[in-house]
């Protein structure tokens, strides 16, 4: 059985994916993710798909220092930091996708899973 940081309170409505050992940097996931929390799974994935060419920045809220200021990051309601971390997008994006299978297998609407829990830790 697999350890996650939070339980469910409805198992039958709740579906949950996990992975561990990226190769990436801790600080660039996190803001990721942070950014991607409390969203559809459907807008979240546009979201992280823009990001790789550019067309969307990933705002930084709390790991922000040396990190440049564009104009990307405002209109995500930031302090104007923000950067396009290609790697971690990739990584956020393949746990969405096992998210998604995962309920459909459980029979849950693909449509309207939103993010309600996501978690980077530090290794």
């Given at each position: 059985?697999?350890?996650?940081?939070?339980?469910?309170?409805?198992?039958?409505?709740?579906?949950?994916?996990?992975?561990?050992?990226?190769?990436?940097?801790?600080?660039?996931t996190?803001?990721?993710?942070?950014?991607?929390?409390?969203?559809?799974?459907?807008?979240?994935r546009?979201?992280?798909?823009?990001?790789?060419?550019?067309?969307?920045?990933?705002?930084?809220?709390?790991?922000?220092?040396?990190?440049?200021?564009?104009?990307?990051?405002?209109?995500?309601h930031?302090?104007?930091?923000?950067?396009?971390?290609?790697?971690?997008?990739?990584?956020i994006l393949?746990?969405?996708?096992?998210?998604?299978?995962?309920?459909?297998?459980k029979?849950?609407?693909?449509?309207?899973?939103?993010?309600?829990?996501?978690?980077?830790?530090?290794?």
């Amino acid at each position: 059985m697999v350890k996650y940081s939070r339980e469910s309170d409805n198992p039958t409505k709740f579906c949950k994916t996990r992975d561990s050992d990226f190769r990436v940097h801790f600080k660039n996931t996190r803001e990721t993710t942070d950014a991607t929390s409390r969203l559809l799974l459907t807008m979240a994935r546009e979201y992280l798909e823009d990001a790789p060419v550019h067309e969307q920045a990933m705002p930084f809220t709390r790991f922000c220092r040396g990190v440049g200021r564009t104009a990307q990051a405002k209109n995500r309601h930031s302090n104007g930091q923000g950067c396009s971390s290609v790697k971690s997008v990739k990584y956020i994006l393949v746990l969405l996708k096992h998210a998604e299978s995962n309920a459909d297998l459980k029979g849950l609407d693909v449509n309207s899973p939103y993010i309600s829990h996501i978690q980077v830790t530090q290794a």
